[in-house]
């Protein structure tokens, strides 16, 4: 078994929601479906054009930061970890300004925070964990990456880390609990099992 020293959080969806429609955002900067459209606009030689799509989807972002709202018992959940004694980070796709904006009042539980300008490659890479890691002196068994989508899970697993779906109730069109080794749809239900789920996963404090 591993100590369990830190938790890496997904932002959007995942401890706050926004209302962000990816399909429309690529409709509206001419991005095919279903791609990524980060790795889409990273992938542009026009410099101008992708500058113009990414103040774009900086706007699109920044207009949703605006209407935030903490997904219910975030905040007690969090509090509950830190009298752990847990190191809590972000890693998210978002820009770092509208992160801190997501934030909030709950951005002092998290260091460090870790946005898309932070690292040349955004998750399902490794890389933001990793970094993480560093920062808090710890390997990546000895800490869990807590997300709703595929690319969460997928960027703990490459960087050796478990991986927990929250599984948002907003999205009943999606199961990525297959790709996850702990899955759960509430922080309260998340709360009052962790010990539990900390069995389960080979985890001990």
Not at 115 to 137: F, L
Request: overall charge negative; proline content about 4%; charged content about 30%.
């Amino acid at each position: 078994m591993n100590q369990l020293k830190g938790i890496i959080f997904d932002l959007d969806s995942t401890l706050v929601d926004v209302d962000l429609n990816f399909n429309a955002i690529r409709d509206a900067l001419g991005i095919p479906q279903p791609h990524p459209i980060l790795e889409w606009l990273d992938k542009l030689e026009d410099q101008e054009k992708k500058e113009k799509l990414h103040q774009r989807l900086y706007e699109f972002e920044l207009e949703a930061a605006k209407n935030a709202s903490l997904i219910p018992h975030v905040e007690q959940t969090l509090s509950f970890l830190k009298e752990k004694n847990l190191n809590l980070g972000i890693l998210t796709r978002n820009c770092k300004e509208v992160a801190h904006l997501e934030l909030g009042s709950i951005k002092k539980y998290f260091n460090p925070i870790f946005s898309r300008e932070d690292h040349e490659d955004c998750k399902p890479n490794p890389g933001g964990i990793h970094g993480t890691c560093n920062a808090w002196k710890v390997k990546p068994e000895n800490i869990l990456m807590i997300g709703d989508y595929l690319f969460d899970l997928q960027a703990g697993h490459n960087a050796g880390a478990k991986s927990i779906w929250f599984n948002n109730p907003k999205y009943q069109d999606r199961d990525f609990s297959k790709e996850a080794d702990y899955s759960f749809n509430s922080y309260e239900d998340f709360k009052n099992d962790f010990e539990l789920i900390l069995e389960k996963l080979e985890l001990f404090l």
